[in-house]
């Protein structure tokens, strides 16, 4: 057994010993708090529990003033996302063990306005996913009698990694550019324009990249690679962002050998 | 009793200057970034060479000692780590830029930063064989 | 058509220089700062090299693209740290530092 192993095996069994771990959770009330301030909770310990599991514990019985999101509790949802030890992860996935010996810090989730405690304002977010039109765009719908639109597994393959998207959140909370420029559409924005590009069934790449191809689209970008690290999906934004790069510059040059034609 | 009624004032998101500082991810892109430098100075010191070559015999052999002292010597190792460091992210970066496909399947990755890198070794040795052979 | 970005271009130089770069840069690190240093070549090898029409067009384009691949990067990160406010200033002094470093690579290694 290595070092950090045994370390950790100490750490959980000291854990179910004392049967509790400490939580430190940020706590924000709207016109009565100045800023954030960090309250401390002691929860049981249970080696099957996730961070989600202990905020419901205190909301249930500790403190019913604790305010966060959550939904489906199996990560496929999107809503739970925060800060754990400053780490952007689905709380519904977060094993306390982990986090062991504690105290386990929990924030809202970062680069985002706080409503109250852990809950964010995502209007920024909702608002420039609009923008890139995340819907299949066709000249003309293919008519009914004419069946389905058919797709092989090769075209399925183009777009369907950045098609896992849950809107979660979490690549936004670990972009340092999100961070520093509000402007900047962001990771998941990207990726999901990537994917209803690569959709062969859609016709709408000239409207998106118009939006896209800017500078606050995907120019913004230094290829910083935490979205990806961070997304509980294996979405992939910042591959999916450098991919639109190319294609950018591709049809860039192609602009000026037919300066006329459609880019 | 009147109720106080609150105006719902989001907390702003906080910018933090040091955020290259917090955490090793942010770190290492850091240093990945600044490995641009050492390139880029590396460059200022081989048109150096190419214009002592150009002066004569004499002139390569002042700059060669000054690339022997100690000084260049870190610096040629600290160009060197970063080099390496460059070169690994940048192979690494390829085939998420360009996620090729034969046909039905698509390219694995480790194959393509491995021609990458056959590519590079390759180059080397044609180089170090024009300069020493 | 609606306005596009111009990095495209710088984007480009931005590749091909960091592509070069992890290529060769390696290696021609490798021969000037220890093979060069140790006088393991010899003159008649340099000037032989420096005099070849290709070893020019080579000598130039590595200098020239590695300039523009940190001018881009050099850029971007002194935007990423804060400087977004500087971004005109700072593209123009970087690509124009990159632009003098290309004349400079062009008169060494083609004269």
Redesign the interface.
């Known amino acids: 057994m290595t070092a950090t192993a045994i370390t950790r095996a100490a750490a959980i069994t000291r854990a179910a010993l004392a049967g509790t771990v400490t939580l430190e959770v940020a706590r924000?009330?709207?016109?009565?708090d100045e800023?954030?301030y960090f309250q401390s909770y002691d929860v049981p310990y249970h080696a099957d529990w996730v961070v989600l599991d202990a905020l419901n514990y205190l909301k249930d019985e500790v403190d019913s003033t604790l305010s966060y999101r959550w939904s489906c509790r199996m990560g496929v949802c999107g809503s739970c996302g925060a800060m754990v030890n400053?780490?952007p992860v689905l709380t519904c996935a977060a094993f306390l063990r982990d986090y062991l010996p504690g105290p386990i810090r929990i924030e809202p989730l970062?680069?985002?306005?706080?409503?109250?405690d852990l809950v964010i304002?995502l209007d920024d977010f909702m608002e420039k996913l609009s923008t890139i039109k995340p819907w299949i765009i066709r000249e003309t719908e293919q008519p009914l009698d004419q069946g389905e639109y058919l797709q092989?597994?090769?075209q399925l393959?183009d777009f369907k990694q950045f098609s896992m998207c849950i809107n979660c959140m979490l690549c936004y909370a670990a972009c340092?550019v999100y961070?520093?420029d509000e402007e900047f559409l962001g990771p998941a924005v990207l990726a999901l324009a990537q994917r209803y590009n690569h959709d062969s069934r859609d016709e709408g790449n000239t409207e998106r990249n118009d939006v896209a191809w800017l500078d606050d689209g995907v120019w913004d970008c230094?290829?910083?690679?935490?979205c990806s690290?961070v997304c509980p999906k294996g979405v992939?934004p910042?591959?999916a962002i450098?991919?639109a790069?190319?294609e950018s510059t591709l049809g860039w040059y192609r602009s000026f050998l037919t300066p006329f034609g459609r880019r | 009793m009147a109720t106080r009624t609150?105006?719902?004032?989001?907390?702003?998101?906080?910018?933090?200057?040091k955020?290259?500082l917090?955490?090793w991810?942010?770190q290492l892109?850091?240093l990945r970034?600044?490995s641009?430098?050492f390139?880029?100075a590396?460059?200022?010191?081989?048109?150096v060479?190419?214009?002592q070559?150009?002066n004569g015999?004499h002139a390569?052999r002042n700059?060669?000692n000054t690339?022997?002292s100690p000084g260049?010597?870190i610096?040629?190792?600290v160009?060197?780590i970063f080099?390496?460091l460059?070169?690994i992210t940048?192979?690494q970066?390829v085939p998420?830029?360009?996620?090729l496909?034969r046909?039905?399947n698509?390219v694995p990755p480790g194959l393509l930063i491995g021609a990458?890198y056959v590519?590079?070794l390759a180059?080397?040795a044609i180089?170090?064989i024009?300069?020493?052979v | 058509m609606v306005r596009r970005s111009n990095e495209p271009l710088f984007w480009s130089l931005f590749s091909a220089g960091?592509?070069l770069?992890?290529?060769?840069?390696?290696?021609?690190?490798?021969?000037?700062?220890?093979?060069?240093?140790?006088?393991?070549?010899t003159?008649a090898?340099?000037?032989a090299?420096?005099t070849n029409p290709v070893g020019r067009v080579v000598?130039f384009a590595?200098?020239s693209l590695?300039?523009f691949?940190?001018a881009h990067?050099?850029r971007?990160?002194l935007i990423?740290?804060?400087l977004r406010r500087f971004n005109l200033a700072l593209a123009a002094a970087c690509y124009l530092a990159a632009l003098a470093?290309t004349v400079?690579?062009a008169v060494?290694?083609f004269?």
């Open positions: 924000y009330l709207p016109g009565e800023r954030p400053d780490v970062a680069n985002f306005p706080v409503e109250r304002v092989t597994p090769a393959d340092p961070q520093n230094t290829f910083v690679g935490e690290a992939d910042a591959g450098q991919q790069k190319l | 609150r105006t719902p004032t989001p907390y702003p998101r906080h910018r933090s200057r955020w290259f917090t955490r991810p942010y892109f850091m970034e600044l641009s430098v390139l880029a590396y460059m200022v010191l081989l048109l060479l190419v214009t070559v150009h015999q390569v700059f060669e690339l022997k260049l010597l610096f040629t190792s160009a060197l080099a390496l460059h070169t940048w192979f970066a998420k830029a360009l996620p496909r046909g039905e698509k990458h590519a590079m180059l080397s180089i170090l024009i300069v020493l | 960091g592509m770069a992890a290529l060769l840069a390696p290696v021609l690190i490798i021969v000037i700062g220890f093979l060069v240093a140790a006088n393991d070549v003159f090898r340099l000037h090299i420096v000598l590595i200098a590695t300039f691949h940190w990067r050099f971007h990160v990423d740290v804060g470093g400079w690579a060494v290694a004269t």
